[in-house]
């Protein structure tokens, strides 16, 4: 129960109990288990349809991961409220890996009004070919 509020499963069978119904939290738990997931994507939907006209700023980075015993670049879109939004993996570092990535995520999320990241060379070079390079912002 803790997509929309922090409840356990014997807090809802109290709720629920002082409104009349009389179940168990096992009863609760195997709706939870069946309908959680469906309730759970309808919320993270309406959200990312209402971050899609917004004035968001998104802080982009990579970082080095070992997958399988090889070295990988983790792509990561993170926004304002600290929530990543989307991430990527590829072998290289470079335009073409950042340009794919952007576009993932510009496609799931729409447009975000400014991008902060690092010095990396390889954004900028995606952001233009996005015509968003004067979105960017270089942090650290």
């Keep these: 129960m803790y997509i929309r509020f922090p409840l356990s499963l014997r807090n809802v069978e109290d709720l629920l109990h002082e409104r009349g119904i009389d179940i168990s939290h096992g009863t609760v738990r195997f709706w939870w288990q069946r309908f959680g997931p469906r309730f759970a994507s309808e919320i993270r939907k309406r959200r ?16 080095f991961v070992k ?5 990988r670049y983790l792509w990561r879109a993170v ?8 991430s ?3 072998k ?6 950042a340009l ?9 999320h ?15 070079a995606a952001l233009k070919d996005l015509d ?9």
């Design 92 to 97: 290289t570092r470079d335009k073409k890996a």
């Design 100 to 108: 794919k990535f952007l576009k993932k995520a510009m496609k799931k």
């Design 110 to 124: 729409g447009r975000a009004e400014r991008f902060v990241t690092d010095k990396l060379r390889s954004y900028g």
């Design 132 to 140: 968003a390079a004067d979105r960017q912002e270089t942090g650290r």
């Design 67 to 71: 997958i399988n015993g090889e070295m």
């Design 48 to 63: 990312i349809e209402g971050m899609r006209s917004s004035q968001w700023r998104w802080h982009l980075d990579e970082m």
């Design 88 to 90: 990527f993996v590829t």
């Design 79 to 86: 926004d304002h409220e600290g929530e990543v939004l989307e």
